[in-house]
Every structure is written in C-alpha cells, then in structure tokens.
C-alpha cells in the first residue's frame, strides 16, 4: 500500500553533507515506523537508521552514529536522512523502507521499499 519514493542523492566529496528525503504516498505513514538501507554494489543491504511513529525515538547502526540523523515530518508524508561528514565508504544506493508497525522491533518488520537514490562519496 505503500508507495515511496527518494531523492537528494549525488555525489559529494569527503567530509561532504547530503540530505536525503523519501515522501511516501500511502496512508498510513504516520503511524508506521520507518528506515533507511543502503546497499553497496556487491554488498548486501544494509540497516543504517531507523525511526518510529512519532519521531520520539530512534536508532542508528555503529558505522553511521555521531554523523547521521533520522528524522520525519509526518504532516508532510517525509522521512530525512541528514549526512554529514561523508565518506568513501558511505558510496552506495540508499532505500527508504516503512514497516508493518509503529515501533522498530526488527529489520524484518520492513517490507515497503522505495527504489533508491545513489549517494557517491569521493575521497
């Protein structure tokens, strides 16, 4: 039911900042938890934050925190990915995902994907 869609990717040299937005279409955004993966080609998908219904809490994987921010504007249908201090190893396609539910129990709660933005991070 839901339809998501990115954007804000680019690319950016180290130490760069990007902010990324994913406006979800639907009717429940409000009252789903949300995320955001990235996925390095080659690689698996990768968990890097999430945030649930409210905006009241949060959670970052170890590789991102202290320099990335979840947030969401629920009025506005948005979630955010605010980056800062980028670096090379932050290359990769970033997804917007929504969950079945209104907390951030497990990964695989997450079953609403977007179709990516590419955020390239030059050294």
């Known amino acids: 039911q839901a339809q998501l869609r990115e954007s804000g990717g680019g690319v950016v040299q180290a130490g760069g900042s990007l902010r990324l937005t994913c406006l979800d279409s639907?009717?429940?955004?409000?009252?789903?938890?949300m995320a955001w993966f990235r996925q390095a080609p080659g690689k698996d998908r990768e968990f890097v934050s999430a945030?649930?219904?409210?905006?009241?809490?949060?959670y970052y994987a170890d590789s991102v925190k202290g320099r990335f921010t979840i947030s969401r504007e629920n009025a506005k249908n948005s979630l955010y990915l605010e980056m800062n201090n980028l670096e090379p190893e932050d290359t990769a396609v970033y997804y917007c995902?929504?969950?079945?539910?209104?907390?951030?129990?497990?990964?695989?709660?997450?079953?609403?994907w977007g179709q990516g933005t590419q955020v390239t991070v030059s050294s």
């Open positions: 995902a929504q969950s079945d539910y209104n907390t951030v129990v497990d990964v695989s709660h997450f079953t609403s």
């Open positions: 945030i649930n219904w409210s905006g009241a809490k949060s």
């Open positions: 639907g009717p429940v955004f409000n009252n789903r938890a």
